[in-house]
């Protein structure tokens, strides 16, 4: 096994809050690493893996990192066995169903008899319609979800805000809150014991103020 620690990144919106946050850790991770996909920090002792969030549980599990960062929209869509040590506190933003202004369904209308959904989020979406009983085809899409009620092709949506903007510009409003998600630190638990000392380490320059 490697002396080094192992942590898998995610590229895309998370990517630099978790650069400035392994920065203040003292863990210096490039601005701009190109199309590599495997980088060694400036400390020369943590190697980085630069993924897709979708992956980055996958390759947690399987011990190709040792631990890694990642929404925790991300984990609520995957099967993959991590164990979730901390909330980062950074990339705050709220997973909702979201349907047009003049549906009315967020002052009390009642849905279709089958509603149709939107959303690249099918686990979650499935799961909370489905504590309701409410009866539901899952349409999977992949990106310009906030399109699918404007054009007939759902009823509602699924999909992650931050600031609401993407929403209010396509007259959508939320309906109701699904959850909550920010950026978390995860494990592979047998990495974790055999590694305990550099990962908690690292852990707690993350969490300091």
């Known amino acids: 096994m490697s002396e080094r620690l192992v942590i898998a990144?995610?590229?895309?919106?998370?990517?630099?809050?978790?650069?400035?946050?392994?920065?203040?850790?003292?863990?210096?991770v490039p601005a701009d690493v190109g199309r590599r996909?495997?980088?060694?920090?400036?400390?020369g002792?943590?190697?980085?893996?630069?993924?897709?969030s979708s992956d980055v549980p996958a390759y947690v599990e399987f011990g190709a990192a040792d631990c890694g960062i990642v929404g925790k929209d991300t984990l609520w869509e995957t099967d993959r066995s991590v164990s979730e040590l901390a909330d980062l506190g950074f990339g705050q933003c709220r997973l909702v169903v979201a349907a047009r202004r003049s549906d009315g369904y967020h002052d009390g209308?009642?849905?279709?008899?089958?509603?149709?959904?939107?959303?690249?989020?099918?686990?979650?979406?499935q799961a909370y319609f489905a504590e309701r009983d409410v009866a539901c085809e899952i349409i999977a899409l992949h990106g310009s979800v906030e399109l699918a009620p404007l054009v007939g092709l759902a009823d509602a949506i699924v999909d992650l805000v931050a600031t609401g903007r993407t929403?209010?510009?396509h007259d959508l409003v939320v309906v109701d809150e699904v959850g909550r998600s920010s950026a978390r630190f995860v494990v592979n638990p047998v990495r974790f014991r055999a590694k305990y000392r550099a990962i908690i380490d690292v852990l707690e320059r993350l969490q300091r103020d």
């Open 9 to 28: 990144l995610p590229k895309g919106a998370l990517y630099e809050e978790t650069r400035k946050c392994l920065a203040k850790a003292g863990i210096e």
């Open 37 to 43: 996909l495997q980088v060694l920090a400036g400390d």
């Open 45 to 52: 002792r943590t190697e980085l893996l630069v993924l897709r």
């Open 109 to 125: 209308a009642r849905y279709p008899t089958f509603l149709r959904v939107a959303t690249k989020f099918k686990r979650s979406a």
């Open 167 to 169: 929403l209010r510009e």
